[in-house]
T-cell receptor, first 114, second 111 residues
Framework: SAVISQKPSRDICQRGTSLTIQCQVD?????MFWYRQQPGQSLTLIAT?????????ESGFVIDKFPISRPNLTFSTLTVSNMSPEDSSIYLC???????????FGEGSRLTVL | GQQLNQSPQSMFIQEGEDVSMNCTSS?????WLWYKQEPGEGPVLLIA?????ELTSNGRLTAQFGITRKDSFLNISASIPSDVGIYFC???????????FGKGTRLHILP
């Protein structure tokens, strides 16, 4: 399995500000993803982070709100822009391994927007 | 979008009891994954299934990939207090290779 480090682990933010979450993986992986988990809910895919190119967003998520970078095979960032209380969620970085296709998650970043 | 139907939504059981939960889908999957999530943590992969009919165990956990490729179940035998958490199924669709998640089963163990 891959070891995934996310930071910050949690933050409290003011409405209208932006926050960037970092994800570092200890090995080269084929695919990196960002998920959102709203309070008491399941996991929803935000986007696939593509190395060196624009991320692929799922329906309902746009680049202006959730810009994503992936400069290399082991690192990605997700920015939550112009935050509102509705953005209060856990944001999870996940990776799919080359060999098995299994999906592994980081610890998540718990954001609270006041 | 596509969602998995996971049931039950929650369970209240006595310690020592066996637990069973399942997921169904309207589309065909080529992978089923079962996760456990505890408060403040990310989901942890418990079992991965790759073939129709495959039955895999991980300690007291057993999961099966349904023959129709549209369902999977997870059983926990002889539950213990540390089994408390939310269990998610996830499946990888054949048509677009995306992994989608069920809504979770919240397991509570009564004292």
């Amino acid at each position: 399995s891959a070891v995934i480090s996310q930071k910050p682990s949690r933050d409290i933010c003011q409405r209208g500000t932006s926050l960037t979450i970092q994800c570092q993986v200890d090995s080269q992986v084929t695919m990196m993803f960002w998920y959102r988990q709203q309070p008491g809910q399941s996991l929803t895919l935000i986007a696939t982070a593509n190395q060196g190119s624009e991320a692929t967003y799922e329906s309902g998520f746009v680049i202006d709100k959730f810009p994503i970078s992936r400069p290399n095979l082991t690192f990605s960032t997700l920015t939550v822009s112009n935050m509102s209380p509705e953005d209060s969620s856990i944001y999870l970085c996940s990776v799919r391994t080359i060999m098995t296709g299994e999906l592994f998650f980081g610890e998540g970043s718990r954001l609270t927007v006041l | 979008g596509q969602q998995l139907n996971q049931s039950p939504q929650s369970m209240f059981i006595q310690e020592g009891e066996d637990v069973s939960m399942n997921c169904t889908s309207s589309s065909i999957f080529n992978t089923w994954l079962w996760y456990k999530q505890e408060p403040g943590e990310g989901p942890v992969l418990l079992i991965a299934l790759y073939k129709a009919g495959e039955l895999t165990s991980n300690g007291r956990l057993t999961a099966q990939f349904g023959i129709t490729r549209k369902d999977s179940f997870l059983n926990i035998s002889a539950s213990i207090p540390s089994d408390v958490g939310i269990y998610f199924c996830a499946g990888r669709e054949v048509r677009d290779d995306k992994i989608i998640f069920g809504k979770g089963t919240r397991l509570h163990i009564l004292p």
